[in-house]
């Protein structure tokens, strides 16, 4: 039996919604290699198809042009998931555009949604997304872009939200937000491609149906978090859109895709 190399988050609603392939629990007619990264990270060895399979944030698809195709499994969207810009004290997004702001890449969705609505950044600071609550509240820098289980902790280190993207993004498109997607490389061949569609649709529905099975693995790649913090953000990620993307998710990376974003900041 052969082996798919596949890239993929240490994030609680990856490790969830993948445990159950990565362990052989669901029938494929392959193997899993897991590589567990950084979305950034993921996103940019995507540009050489380093794995047969990866997650990708919506935001660089373009930058990986053909060289993957999107499966209908897998993906992180939703209603109410986008990622929120954080500070230290209460300021309009717009007065957080003018100071120095934190981001966890220049190719993650939250980026991309983040230029969108604010296209008069003026200094941004590219961080591990894990790093910037800490950033922000030392006043290393003075508001951060944040994602991820982020958005259920900042309260924690005595931030406030300055603004909620995604909820930005809802009103202005009634779609849902389509933060990444699970990719296959182009040149795999149409048989494998469907397969491991397929096989990642039961990995996540195992993890629905059998929701204990994967807690261990989970808490492995989770140790700061608190079992709360776990299971609040599988339930906010981990959703129908990660069984199939759905129409409306497949409008939402579409529009994503295509909406043109302004150019980058003068460093």
Known sequence: MHR????YS?????TFAFHALTHGLVDAPFRIEPVLLDIEELNRRART????????????FATVGDRYRLLRSGAALGHGVGPLVVARTAMSLDEATRVRLAIPGRET???RLLRLAAPT???VVALRYDRILRAVASGEVDAGLIIHESRFTYAEHGLVQVADLGAWWEAETGLPVPLAGICARADLDAGTIASAERAIRASVQHAFTHPNDSRAYVRAH????????CDAHIRLYVNQHSLDIGEDGLQAVAR???TGTPPSPTP
């Not at 798919?4 to 890239?7: E, H, P, Q, V, Y």
């Not at 240490?10 to 990856?14: K, L, V």
């Not at 989770?222 to 079992?227: A, K, L, V």
């Open 222 to 229: 989770s140790q700061e978090m608190s079992d709360e913090v």
């Open 121 to 123: 950044l003026a200094d």
């Open 49 to 60: 198809g380093e794995f047969d399979l990866t997650k990708l944030s919506v935001g660089a």
């Open 10 to 14: 240490p994030c609680p609603n990856d």
């Open 109 to 111: 969705t939250a980026y």
């Open 256 to 258: 994503l895709v295509a």
């Open 4 to 7: 798919l190399t596949f890239g």
